[in-house]
């Protein structure tokens, strides 16, 4: 088993209990991991009457392997709005020249050299996709997972709320300079209301937070859950200027979130619907988890299929789905535009960017800045996706680790290898051709 000794720190949220890690279960032998925590093979949910320890409930969803299965049911464990796809299909185009990502060779945190096999099996990856100049180069399900199925984003449903935070700048419905509580005057007298847009998006709150502990996962918390509480918590104090720390936390998606209802007038997934998902060509509709109030979980409850994601990590490279314009320009601009704040997001409290002190951090979004205008979405237990203009270069992984947070630097050098490995066959394929018209 590799160590987990730091996955704690890759995400460390400490306000909002929904997508905090629940219980850490050490790392199964990789070899048999997907095998041994299939939940169809394991016959979680499968059949009548369930034993209980084949039962996924409120007090088990987050816990390996249950979590298998959870993250792919997310609607039927709570309340969901539909994002609905609409419109006509975009079919993906698979490309003749795939990507075997399996035999690829790659150097995991330990400094060990292992394949991509033995990378999906060790992340515990329920799917994997990479679409290269717009084509499908490599796609990949493990433990069961179904194409028709949803899997849970965790925190890179924080990246689709901040993609629409900005188009609502850009168009003037919201000014990036005001406050949350500008605009919801209910949580105006908390240190999130008092933070404008701006700080908010770019996670530069300064706050201190108390920790959620993992015995605090219980399923009367989940049953009634209330997102709105959480922006009172007197253990939520100011700690400094806005602007002079970086701190990662799922409040200040919530708060964004609760602008943008409050000012269009419109949920979170109708929001979303209307300027993203009913555009991209989605085949499925999407879902996003609600609090028993309504209110949806905009830092971590957006699930769709990994072909969707794919779809509309897409769009987030072109701007567009076909020849029909998704994000403005300008937008697209922003947000690979080099936030310039590295200095405090190395000091801050995500491993990811520990480990990358050149990234920065832009409106929920990871900037690797390597010259690429790479973008990267991350969520806890596993969830990723790599946006690469450059190289025409989309990678997206959905996965249910067996704690919170694998080490990113595994994950990042996976990013590395495929999009080696993509160059590397362009360049082949432009030698191939040149020598045919030289001859």
Excluded: C
């Amino acid at each position: 088993p590799r160590p987990l000794g730091l996955v704690i720190a890759m995400m460390k949220s400490t306000a909002l209990t929904f997508v905090v890690l629940g219980v850490l279960i050490l790392r199964a032998t990789s070899s048999d991991s997907v095998t041994e925590s299939d939940p169809v093979k394991l016959g979680i949910m499968q059949g009548y009457p369930l034993p209980a320890n084949k039962q996924v409930t409120l007090s088990n969803w987050l816990v390996f392997p249950y979590n298998r299965w959870s993250f792919r049911n997310i609607h039927t464990l709570f309340p969901t709005g539909t994002l609905r796809s609409r419109g006509k299909v975009k079919q993906l185009a698979y490309s003749r020249k795939q990507i075997d990502v399996e035999k690829l060779t790659l150097v995991d945190s330990n400094g060990q050299n292992i394949t991509g096999k033995q990378y999906l099996a060790d992340e515990y990856v329920d799917g994997l996709i990479v679409l290269s100049k717009g084509k499908v180069v490599y796609e990949k399900y493990l433990a069961s997972m179904q194409p028709y199925e949803t899997h849970l984003w965790q925190s890179m449903t924080k990246g689709m709320t901040g993609l629409l935070a900005e188009m609502l700048i850009a168009n003037g419905t919201l000014d990036a300079s005001k406050t949350a509580g500008d605009y919801v005057a209910d949580i105006k007298d908390t240190p999130w209301g008092k933070a404008t847009l701006r700080s908010l998006l770019d996670m530069e709150v300064n706050v201190n937070e108390s920790s959620t502990k993992a015995a605090d996962q219980s399923s009367s918390l989940w049953s009634n859950l209330r997102i709105m509480d959480y922006f009172f918590l007197n253990s939520t104090v100011q700690a400094g200027p806005n602007g002079a720390a970086w701190h990662y936390s799922n409040m200040a998606p919530q708060a964004i979130g609760l602008v943008m209802t409050n000012v269009t007038r419109k949920s979170y997934y109708q929001l979303a619907q209307d300027l993203i998902w009913s555009k991209i060509g989605a085949e499925s509709d999407a879902n996003v988890w609600l609090d028993k109030d309504g209110q949806a979980a905009s830092a971590g409850g957006l699930s769709t299929t990994l072909r969707d994601a794919a779809r509309y990590a897409e769009v987030l490279r072109t701007g567009k789905s076909g020849r029909i314009r998704v994000i403005p320009e300008r937008v697209l601009k922003y947000l690979r535009k080099n936030a310039g704040n590295s200095n405090i997001t190395r000091a801050g409290n995500v491993l990811m960017l520990q480990q990358n002190p050149n990234m920065s951090y832009r409106s929920y979004w990871y900037q690797v800045n390597d010259g690429t205008g790479s973008l990267q979405a991350l969520g806890i237990y596993g969830q990723h996706m790599l946006i690469n203009p450059k190289d025409q270069l989309v990678i997206v992984q959905l996965a249910s680790y067996t704690s919170s947070g694998p080490n990113p630097k595994d994950w990042t050098d996976l990013a590395e290898t495929v999009t080696s490995a993509v160059r590397m066959q362009r360049l082949a394929a432009a030698i191939r051709k040149n020598l045919m018209t030289a001859a």
